[in-house]
């Protein structure tokens, strides 16, 4: 588990600043909204305000880290600090949760100072239970701070946006989510920033993912751009859609990846190669860039985004792949 202290939070200092200073002046609201793109350290300030609120060597808003109170939030022990996880099929924040929450909020701290209640993925809570909330919002106990994380503000009601204070939270820089994957995940220094740019590259915002995938997911959208760039047949095109198509999840990641390497294909293409967020492709994507214009690269990626839009939503997967796949190879001959 990572360390949970405001000042072991890579990244989001302005936030980590914020929060650690209501800690310290004892002024946190009682509803607070954390906002912000996924795998950027949301849950973890939650959790690092629970233990500032809490821990009896708090020192200037920030916990030890290492007292017993520390170390049971960390651990999810601590009977007055909740986390709330949407839990059954469809990942739905249940009514029964919301409903414990506001019965056990007015309850005064077990052992600590504050009761802290998080839930995760807020928004995916529906009008029952966001209903079930309100009254919570409205009424306050002083005792209690209600924090709700979500990666999707926009999915949460007016109703409960308006009664929380918000706290933004941005995405990582490249350099703060190597410095992560350095700490926490054993990569040295070299492999971190590798890694950091493969999800940059791939739009991704975990800096959780599995580092070893993500270069198989690189290598298969390299492989995929190549083969319509050399005009696969059309047996290889739709056996390459129905691989695709199965591949439910991996198969949007995969379209990810392989915009983030037509945009250094677009880069080289424009002149523009010193830029590239993966460098040691140069050769790969320089290749690539030489084999259509510019304008047929640009549309190209155009119709890729429009395609991951698709996937990301409701469509069938195998046309979708299939449709782009015969689109890109045909903007090659094109040329
Ligand atoms: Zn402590």
Request: glycine residues 8%; charged residues 25%.
């Amino acid at each position: 588990v990572s360390p949970v202290t405001f000042k072991d939070l890579l990244g989001n200092r302005e936030a980590a600043g914020r929060l650690q200073q209501m800690a310290a002046l004892n002024r946190v609201p009682p509803s607070l909204l954390f906002a912000g793109p996924a795998g950027v350290g949301k849950l973890g300030a939650a959790l690092a305000l629970a233990q500032a609120l809490n821990c009896p060597s708090s020192d200037a808003g920030d916990s030890c880290g290492r007292c017993p109170s520390c170390r049971r939030i960390e651990r999810g022990e601590h009977p007055d600090v909740r986390v709330i996880t949407p839990e059954g099929k469809g990942g739905q924040l249940r009514v029964s949760s919301v409903r414990a929450v506001v019965a056990e909020i007015a309850f005064r701290p077990f052992e600590g100072q504050k009761r802290v209640f998080i839930l995760k993925d807020a928004g995916r809570m529906n009008l029952e239970a966001a209903n079930a909330l309100l009254k919570s919002l409205e009424e306050p106990p002083p005792s209690s701070v209600l924090i709700l994380v979500t990666a999707g503000e926009a999915e949460l009601p007016p109703t409960v946006l308006s009664r929380c204070q918000r706290v933004r939270f941005r995405p990582l820089l490249p350099e703060e989510r190597a410095e992560i994957l350095v700490r926490d995940h054993g990569l040295t220094g070299p492999q971190a920033i590798d890694a950091a740019s493969l999800l940059e590259g791939a739009g991704i915002v975990d800096a959780e993912g599995d580092v070893e995938e993500l270069r198989r997911l690189r290598h298969d959208a390299l492989r995929l751009l190549e083969g319509c760039a050399r005009g696969w047949s059309r047996s290889e095109l739709l056996a390459e859609a129905d691989g695709r198509a199965r591949e439910a999840e991996r198969s949007t990641r995969l379209l990810r990846m392989t915009l983030g390497l037509m945009r250094d294909v677009t880069a080289c293409a424009a002149g523009e190669s010193g830029h590239l967020r993966h460098r040691d492709l140069r050769a790969e994507l320089g290749a690539l860039a030489g084999q259509a214009s510019l304008d047929v690269w640009i549309e190209a990626y155009r119709q890729s985004e429009a395609a991951l839009s698709a996937l990301e939503h409701y469509s069938n997967k195998r046309l979708t792949w299939e449709n782009l796949l015969l689109e890109l190879r045909a903007l090659q001959r094109l040329d």
